[in-house]
C-alpha cells in the first residue's frame, strides 16, 4: 500500500534513522526493516516463493521478478532476498519475579511469529483438539524458534505469553485458555480481531507472521445472509497490517470436515482465504493436521523476497488497485498481497482517537492533534507492578518514584495495584526554555481479564524540570491501578510528547 507519508524498506538497515542521535544506546541491532519519512508513495511486497512440493526456492535475481499495478507494469525500485535462520529470545528479561521489560526490542529476529488462539468460535471438543495439536507443535519447536501467543475467548485479543523459545512458558500460556467453557458474547468479528492485532503489532519493527487459530467468523456463524463482515472496514485494517508488515494465516481449528456445502462453512473460508492473500499469508483448512500447518508456515515464511516499487501519479482515489507478481521459474507458488487501497485518508493527519480507544490510552486519555509515532525507534522502560501491602514493605522503592497520585482507596471489589514505570534518562526528548530542561511524556495502562474483557484503565500525563546533575539518573514514575482477583493483563504504553516516540508492553498480573 502507499504508506501514508511512510515508506517502509527492507534493505538491511537499522530502524528508526530519525533517531540515531538522539537514542545513540538505545537502537535496534541491525535487521531488515526500518521506517523512511518521506513523501514518496512505495508499495512494499515481502514475497515467499515454494516449489511444487512445498520447499522454499532460494537465490532468484531481481530480474526473475515481473510485478504490475492493475495490470502495468512496473520497475523495481528495490529487491532483497532474506534467508533467515532462527535466533533465540527472550522476550522480557526480569529483574524480579514482578518486574519486566520491553528491551527485547532491541533484539528482534528479522522475523517475528505470532499464534493467536481464537477460541471464541470453538466448542469444547474443538479447543481439546487445537490444544492437542498445539502442544505438539511447540514440543517439536526448535530452542532458538521464539513465538508469541495471544488468545481471544471473548470480546478483545489478549498477549497470554509474550515472544520466547521456552516451551513450557508457551504450553502453560496455552493451558490457561484452552479449554474452557465459551464466554457469552457478541458474535466475534474479524474485524475488531485484525484492528486489535494491528494496534499490538504495528510498534514492533520488521516482518510478523500471524498463524491465527479459530472456527471462522463469528458474524458469519450467526447464518443470516444479510450479517456479513464489513468489506471496507477489513481492506482498511489489511491496509494497517501491510503498513505493520504483518502477513496473516487464517488456520481453521476445526479440522477436515464432514459438512458438505455448508453455505456458512463456505463462506468462512472464502472470508479466511480474503483476508490472506490481502496480507500475503495462506489459508488452511479441512486439514487434520494443525501441528504441520503450522509447522510449514514457520518453515516457509522464513524465507522471502522484498520488492518495492513506485505507481506513477499515485492517486488517492479509495480505489482498490490490483498487484500482480508473476517469476520467471515455472512450477512455483507465490505469496504476497494482492493489492493496496488507495484511501484519501492517508493523505491527511490521522483524526484524533475516539474516547474510550485503545489509540486514546497511548495519548493519557487525552484527545490530542499528533498521535504516537509507532514507526520509530520504541522507547524501552522498565514496568513493575506491587500490591499495596509490598508498597509498604518496600518503602525505600516507593520513596525513589515519583508518585502521580496520591494513593486512594480502591472500590469494592478491587485492589489497589502500583505499577512502577523505570526508563533510562535519554529515553525521552528534552526541550530548554527559561533556562531549564524538561521533559513530557504520558504513561498509560489498560487492565484486561484472562477472558479479554477491559477491567481498568487509567492514563497521566508527566511533564518534569530536569535537575542540571539529573542527566544520568533514571527516571521513575509510579502509576495506581485497581484490579479485580484472579489473572489479568496489563497493556502498557509510554509516549514522548515532543518526539511522538512510544514504548509498550504487556505484563501478565495475578490479583490474590
Not at 526480569?94 to 521489560?101: C, I
Not at 481453521?252 to 482465504?273: F, I, K, N
Not at 484511501?343 to 486519555?365: E, F, V, Y
Request: aromatic residues 6%.
Amino acid at each position: 500500500m502507499p504508506v501514508r507519508a511512510l515508506a517502509l524498506f527492507s534493505l538491511g538497515l537499522t530502524a528508526a534513522l530519525a533517531a540515531v542521535s538522539q537514542q545513540p544506546a538505545q537502537q535496534p541491532e541491525p535487521q531488515p526493516g526500518y521506517t523512511l519519512h518521506t513523501d514518496v508513495r512505495i508499495v512494499l511486497a515481502d514475497v515467499t516463493v515454494t516449489d511444487g512440493k512445498g520447499n522454499v526456492v532460494h537465490d532468484l535475481p531481481a530480474s526473475a521478478f515481473h510485478v504490475t499495478v492493475d495490470k502495468k507494469p512496473l520497475p523495481l525500485a528495490s529487491f532483497e532476498e532474506h534467508a533467515i535462520a532462527p535466533t533465540a529470545m527472550v522476550a522480557t528479561p526480569a529483574a524480579g519475579d514482578e518486574t519486566f521489560s520491553n528491551e527485547y526490542l532491541l533484539h528482534l529476529p528479522p522475523v517475528l511469529n505470532i499464534v493467536v488462539l481464537d477460541t471464541s468460535t470453538l466448542t469444547i471438543n474443538e479447543q481439546m483438539y487445537l490444544a492437542v495439536e498445539f502442544n505438539h507443535f511447540v514440543q517439536q519447536l526448535p530452542v532458538s524458534q521464539p513465538i508469541a501467543i495471544y488468545a481471544r475467548t471473548s470480546e478483545h485479543l489478549v498477549l497470554i505469553q509474550n515472544f520466547t523459545s521456552d516451551h513450557t512458558l508457551l504450553t502453560a500460556a496455552a493451558a490457561k485458555v484452552m479449554p474452557q467453557i465459551p464466554t457469552p458474547h457478541e458474535s466475534a468479528s474479524d474485524v475488531s480481531l485484525l484492528a486489535e492485532l494491528a494496534q499490538h503489532l504495528a510498534p514492533i519493527p520488521g516482518r510478523k507472521s500471524v498463524l491465527w487459530f479459530s472456527g471462522g467468523s463469528g458474524v458469519l456463524q450467526i447464518g443470516d445472509p444479510e450479517v456479513t463482515e464489513d468489506e471496507e472496514a477489513l481492506r482498511q485494517i489489511y491496509d494497517q497490517l501491510e503498513a505493520a508488515r504483518v502477513a496473516v494465516y487464517p488456520i481453521d481449528a476445526r479440522g477436515l470436515t464432514t459438512t458438505v456445502g455448508d453455505p456458512v462453512m463456505t463462506a468462512q473460508h472464502q472470508q479466511m482465504s480474503a483476508g490472506a492473500e490481502a496480507t500475503g499469508g495462506a489459508a488452511f483448512f479441512d486439514l487434520n493436521s494443525l501441528k504441520g500447518i503450522a509447522q510449514t508456515v514457520l518453515r516457509q515464511d522464513a524465507s522471502y523476497y522484498t520488492l518495492t516499487f513506485k505507481p506513477p501519479n499515485f492517486q488517492a482515489d479509495n480505489k482498490w488497485h490490483k498487484i500482480h507478481i508473476s517469476l520467471d521459474k515455472p512450477g512455483c507458488t507465490l505469496s504476497y498481497r494482492r493489492g493496496y487501497f488507495a484511501d484519501a485518508n492517508n493523505l491527511a493527519p490521522p483524526p484524533p482517537p475516539k474516547p474510550g480507544s485503545r489509540n486514546m490510552l497511548l495519548t493519557g486519555g487525552r484527545i490530542t492533534d499528533a498521535p504516537p509515532d509507532i514507526h520509530s525507534a520504541p522507547i524501552i522502560f522498565t514496568a513493575g507492578i506491587v500490591s499495596s501491602a509490598q508498597r509498604v514493605t518496600h518503602a525505600r522503592d516507593a520513596a525513589q518514584c515519583i508518585a502521580l497520585q496520591t494513593p486512594s482507596a480502591p472500590k469494592h471489589g478491587t485492589l489497589a495495584y502500583f505499577i512502577r514505570y523505570t526508563l533510562a534518562p535519554g529515553a525521552f526528548l528534552v526541550q530548554t526554555g527559561d533556562g531549564n530542561s524538561r521533559v513530557t511524556f504520558d504513561v498509560s495502562a489498560l487492565a484486561f481479564s484472562q477472558n479479554g474483557v477491559r477491567i481498568g484503565q487509567n492514563g497521566d500525563r508527566v511533564r518534569l524540570t530536569l535537575a542540571p546533575d539529573s542527566s544520568k539518573l533514571p527516571i521513575c514514575v509510579e502509576q495506581q491501578i485497581n484490579l479485580p482477583k484472579g489473572d489479568d493483563y496489563l497493556f502498557l504504553a509510554v509516549w514522548d510528547v515532543a518526539s511522538g516516540r512510544l514504548g509498550s508492553l504487556q505484563i501478565p498480573v495475578t490479583v490474590k
